[in-house]
């Protein structure tokens, strides 16, 4: 099963903003902090970035307007083009400057979360890890346990949007396993997280730098696919023609 993914930094994104929609133009004169506007831009902008290249239509303001992010019920991101839901799952994550965004098909349970490696606190663990993570922590290395936290975190996110709840559920109830299979030869590694349910999602990780990335699916993926940026129009028969 395919999941694609791209990542922006807050230097990709116009000054201008003539590529929301009108439904997100009301919504940005209505965030009243420079970071809180800037951190909504950056998401919405990666988002439409990411379609366009997933549905094959022009990197044009015109047709960005198009692509409307709408938040669910719950808050999870999703995508309507031309007034209509688009049959696509889409997963936003952003921090310090940076987005990120996987697409899948819409019949798939999806997260993606993006996290800088930084020390945190025995409490911090203890709050919300469950024993077996704490235990795989405590394993760690001194010099490697900030990225275990990471990764362990990051997968703790991504499983939680997927389930479309977010931090408003309990971090301890869903448990992250990386797994010892080889990398891929893009740099992800597989991971799996198992809810207290019985619910199991399946993904990968991916260090590069300080930053951590995570997606999660169900059913379980084939490593994500790199949306390539190559011009103003993309390949493909556009839909706005």
Request: hydrophobic letters at 40%; aromatic letters at 8%; proline letters at 5%.
């Amino acid at each position: 099963m395919n999941v694609y993914w791209l990542e922006q930094t807050e230097e990709d994104v116009p000054e201008e903003n003539d590529w929301l929609s009108a439904n997100e133009a009301v919504c940005l004169n209505g965030l009243r902090f420079a970071k809180r506007r800037a951190d909504w831009r950056l998401g919405r902008w990666t988002a439409k970035r990411a379609l366009s290249l997933y549905l094959a239509v022009p990197a044009l303001p015109e047709v960005y307007q198009k692509i409307d992010i709408r938040p669910a019920l719950s808050g999870a991101p999703e995508a309507f083009f031309s007034d209509q839901p688009e049959a696509v799952t889409i997963s936003l994550s952003h921090r310090a400057g940076r987005a990120i965004c996987a697409v899948a098909k819409s019949d798939v349970e999806m997260g993606c979360d993006l996290e800088v490696v930084e020390p945190r606190s025995d409490a911090f663990v203890t709050d919300y890890f469950g024993v077996e993570e704490q235990t795989l922590i405590a394993r760690a290395s001194a010099d490697y346990r900030d990225c275990v936290l990471a990764l362990l975190w990051s997968g703790k996110e991504s499983a939680l949007k997927a389930l479309r709840a977010g931090l408003r559920m309990d971090t301890r109830s869903v448990i992250v396993s990386p797994l010892a299979a080889a990398s891929d030869m893009n740099g992800w590694s597989r991971l799996r997280v198992r809810h207290r349910d019985g619910h199991l999602f399946h993904g990968w990780y991916q260090l590069a730098g300080n930053i951590m990335r995570t997606v999660v699916c169900a059913p379980r993926p084939d490593p994500p696919i790199h949306l390539k940026i190559t011009g103003h129009f993309f390949d493909g028969a556009s839909r706005c023609a």
